[in-house]
């Protein structure tokens, strides 16, 4: 992914208001990032530990989606993301849920998905991050055929929330 910066993240929701944009926390170290790991950006506010935002860009264009995290209550069994197929324990996959874009958002319609609470799932597949033993099966298919597989369930999440 290429490097971003703030006024790009910010003009790139799709399911927020500009206030809300302008108003949301933006990670302060766009710089530090490993944009060459990344497929999207993904990080949850620190003022506002439910909400998590991610930016990706599709078909040459940047969008972007603010999340909700579902609340939890301490679950120990092991749970596995629906986009990298990364198998966590505890809390480490949760249900996030996207207001839907335009009139239909308005109305309070959203959908959701089962995903790494961190929304580090790039670092999980090239394995820069860990989720512990077992978190990741070994696959027949390429790094390259993964990441294209996790895309394609990130661009189904953002059609969804586009239609």
């Known amino acids: 992914m290429k490097p971003l910066t703030e006024p790009e993240i910010r003009a790139s929701f799709v399911n927020s208001t500009k206030g809300e944009a302008k108003r949301m926390h933006v990670p302060r170290d766009l710089g530090e990032r490993p944009w060459d790991d990344l497929d999207f950006l993904g990080w949850t506010d620190p003022a506002a530990p439910d909400r998590s935002y991610l930016v990706i860009e599709l078909n ?18 092991k749970t596995m993301c629906a986009w990298c197929l990364t198998t966590h324990s505890g809390d480490g996959v949760s249900l996030m849920s996207a207001r839907k874009a335009g009139k239909p958002g308005q109305l309070g319609n959203s959908v959701g998905v089962y995903v790494c609470a961190d929304l580090a799932c790039s670092l999980y597949l090239r394995g820069k991050k860990s989720a512990g033993p077992g978190s990741r099966f070994h696959e027949s298919i390429t790094l390259d055929d993964q990441v294209e597989r996790m895309m394609s369930g990130i661009s189904a999440f953002l059609d969804r929330v586009n239609s």
Request: aromatic share 0%.
């Open 60 to 77: 040459g264009r940047l969008t972007g989606i603010a999340l909700r995290r579902a609340a939890q209550a301490g679950r120990a069994r």
